[in-house]
C-alpha cells in the first residue's frame, strides 16, 4: 500500500512541476504587431517589431513618436518595453490575452498615460 501511495504522490508532484514549468515559460511575442493607443481620450497606431529571445525582448518602433529601437524585458506572458527620448522616457506594458492581443498601459514620461490593444499584422 506504501507503494501505491509513493507511486501516486511522484506522479502529482511530476504533474505539478510541469504545470509550473508551463505557466513560467514566456508566450513568445516575436512578430509585427499594430498598436491601437488612448492616451486621454486621443487615439493613435504604431508598427511595432518585437524579437524575443527567452526572457529578452528587442524591436523597432514606427509611430506618432517617430522611429526607434528599444529593448524590453519577457516574463510570462507580461511584456515590458521603454522608447528613450527626448523628452522623456515612453513605457509600454502589456499582457499576451488568451485571444492573441496583447493589451497594456502606456507611461509618457510620467506626464499622461493611456491604454493600447495590439495586434499581430505580420
Same mark, same amino acid.
Given at each position: 500500500?506504501?507503494?501505491?501511495?509513493?507511486?501516486?504522490?511522484?506522479?502529482?508532484?511530476?504533474?505539478?512541476?510541469?504545470?509550473?514549468?508551463?505557466?513560467?515559460?514566456?508566450?513568445?511575442?516575436? +512578430?509585427?504587431?499594430?498598436?491601437? !493607443?488612448?492616451?486621454? /481620450? %486621443?487615439?493613435? #497606431?504604431?508598427?511595432?517589431?518585437?524579437? &524575443? @529571445? *527567452?526572457?529578452?525582448?528587442?524591436?523597432?518602433?514606427?509611430?506618432?513618436?517617430?522611429?526607434?529601437?528599444?529593448?524590453?524585458?519577457?516574463? +510570462?506572458?507580461?511584456?515590458?518595453? !521603454?522608447?528613450?527620448? /527626448? %523628452?522623456?522616457? #515612453?513605457?509600454?506594458?502589456?499582457?499576451? &490575452? @488568451? *485571444?492573441?492581443?496583447?493589451?497594456?498601459?502606456?507611461?509618457?514620461?510620467?506626464?499622461?498615460?493611456?491604454?493600447?490593444?495590439?495586434?499581430?499584422?505580420?
Amino acid at each position: 500500500m506504501t507503494g501505491q501511495i509513493f507511486k501516486i504522490f511522484t506522479r502529482f508532484i511530476a504533474a505539478a512541476a510541469l504545470l509550473l514549468g508551463a505557466q513560467l515559460a514566456s508566450a513568445d511575442v516575436t +512578430g509585427k504587431w499594430a498598436f491601437s !493607443v488612448d492616451v486621454m /481620450g %486621443q487615439t493613435g #497606431v504604431a508598427q511595432v517589431t518585437l524579437q &524575443q @529571445d *527567452d526572457t529578452k525582448l528587442s524591436g523597432h518602433y514606427s509611430g506618432q513618436l517617430g522611429e526607434t529601437d528599444f529593448d524590453g524585458s519577457a516574463n +510570462g506572458n507580461d511584456i515590458e518595453f !521603454v522608447l528613450i527620448g /527626448g %523628452q522623456g522616457n #515612453v513605457t509600454y506594458k502589456g499582457t499576451l &490575452q @488568451d *485571444d492573441g492581443t496583447i493589451k497594456g498601459t502606456v507611461d509618457l514620461a510620467g506626464m499622461a498615460g493611456g491604454t493600447f490593444t495590439a495586434r499581430k499584422s505580420g
